[in-house]
């Protein structure tokens, strides 16, 4: 991306950044990820700074061969101005070799992350029924994948 601001950086996620990426997973999910969880994914966790700022994060679960997506976020003021993709294409460039797929879930009506997603080159491979609790029932994960080979 030609016009991203020069100070933009994705690198690991410290144990500093996890306040910052709390406070965006609240912002954005309806069922945010506790201080817990963060932590035990620590070491697969790339954040995105603008501004000596984290402003989004990607969390990125490495299994043998294959590569999940779990959680991608980005602080709404932020959003839709192409550091999402950056986020995505950069965290994709830095999986190791071995990896040949990378796979993810996404609610069925989150337009923007699937429109991301498959502007990243990710197809519908599934869904999963009533995945997602809401406030008005169960809402369907639409499950996506991308091959690296």
């Known amino acids: 991306m030609n016009n991203l601001p020069k100070s933009l950086c994705i690198r690991p996620m410290g144990q ?25 994914c620590l070491q697969w966790t790339q954040v995105l700074v603008l501004d000596d700022t984290v402003v989004g994060f990607a969390v990125v679960a490495e ?18 101005v192409g550091l999402g993709s ?5 965290v994709i460039e830095r ?9 993810l879930e996404v609610r069925v009506l989150n337009f923007s992350a699937i429109r991301l997603y498959s502007k990243a080159g990710f197809t519908e491979i599934g869904q999963r029924r009533g995945y997602y609790a809401t406030e008005y029932g169960r809402e369907d994960a639409l499950l996506m994948g991308y091959s690296l080979c």
């Not at 950056?86 to 950069?90: G, I, K, P, S």
Request: proline share 5%.
């Open 63 to 80: 299994m043998v061969d294959q590569a999940e997506l779990q959680n991608i976020s980005l602080h709404p003021d932020h959003s839709g």
């Open 95 to 103: 999986l190791p070799a071995k990896i040949n797929q990378i796979y």
């Open 86 to 90: 950056e986020l995505l294409d950069t």
């Open 16 to 40: 500093t950044d996890i306040e910052a990426v709390i406070a965006i997973e609240t912002l954005n999910s309806k069922s945010p990820w506790s201080e817990n969880q963060f932590q035990q």
